[in-house]
């Protein structure tokens, strides 16, 4: 492991991220804007009539834009959206269901085994990868496919695995306005972008500070219920792979009733907790979520090493959701830089892919 990097120092940030994960991030406003157009430029898009159920199949990565769109336009799609993490799909899925099966690079094991789950269980499939064998195998029954751009970490293609799929759902007719809405989110990310982003020092940088702060800490991040659960467990996962550190993620209020109890006394263990609290901005003030917000982080305060509440405005839902995970990535980033750790490589799932594969 490398010495830590003085976030400050851009060249030596250079240096200790070669892989460009925090270019990567960077970028994440102009990803959005590109993946939103090829969505409505995509030519290929499966039929609507008769649809009742979004299902979105994928892993890791390639998973969470299930996540983001289940939880932004369920509601306004007026019909169930599933994201489903697994070799199988239910049975109860059928011609009813449009199938979106998301694998960046298109040979994730799990990701396949469920494709033909759904081929036998005659739902319409699309396919959003850069190619490999999901690619092959769609093209090869004529099913719809996004291709999107390669060169990326699936974590940093984030808007390529979700945005394509929204603007084809509302060019079927299920939804209205939300490409727009997006367009303003990608905008309004720019802003946050120049906060958070290398060129602005420690003292006027948020994702700096927190990073800071969490050196030598177990982040545990708690989302309130709906937008914030989606950024909380994005926060996990970046976590896990860029900073190369322990970290978890649960919901409010479902956390109050079970492990609220886990933060008993302080130990070794818990004085090393940094816990995080993601709720939105209009959540301040007399509603009863926002209430166990301030509670619960009164509990916690001196049964932890340290307790930090963001509360995430904007002016849409979409706006909240994307600003709130391009912090994390931000934070996520800085944190494997103190840690002396390249962002980027994630050695343990390239070795246990090479595993699985040395079984078959």
Known sequence: MAEPINLDDVMAMEN?????????????????????????????????????????????????????????LEDALAMPVDVYRSYRLPSMLGSDTLAVFTSYSGNTEETLSALDDAIYLGCRIMAVTTGGVLLEKVRGYRFPALVVPAGLQPRAALAYLCLPAAAVLERMGFLQGFTKVAYEAAEFLQGKRDDWGRLTPVDRNFAKQLALRLRGKVPVIYGTEGLMSVAAYRWKCQFNENSKAPAFSHTLPEMNHNEIVGWHTPDDFSSKVEVIFLA???????????????????????????????????????????????????VSAYLALLHGVDPTPVESIALLKERMAGED
Request: charged letters at 30%.
């Open 16 to 72: 200790g991220d070669p892989g460009g994960m925090l270019a990567a991030i960077e970028s994440f406003p102009r990803h959005c804007q590109d993946a939103l157009r090829l969505g409505r430029e995509h030519l290929d898009i499966p039929e609507a009539e008769g649809l009742k159920r979004i299902t979105y199949v994928g892993m890791g990565g390639s998973a969470i834009g299930g996540d983001i769109l289940k939880s932004l």
């Open 280 to 330: 939105e901005e209009e959540e301040e003030g007399e509603s009863r979520v926002a209430r166990r917000v301030e509670v619960t982080a009164e509990i916690l305060q001196d049964k932890v090493g340290g307790v930090t509440v963001i509360h995430v405005g904007g002016r849409t839902r979409t706006d909240k959701l994307f600003s709130a995970i391009h912090l994390g990535d931000f």
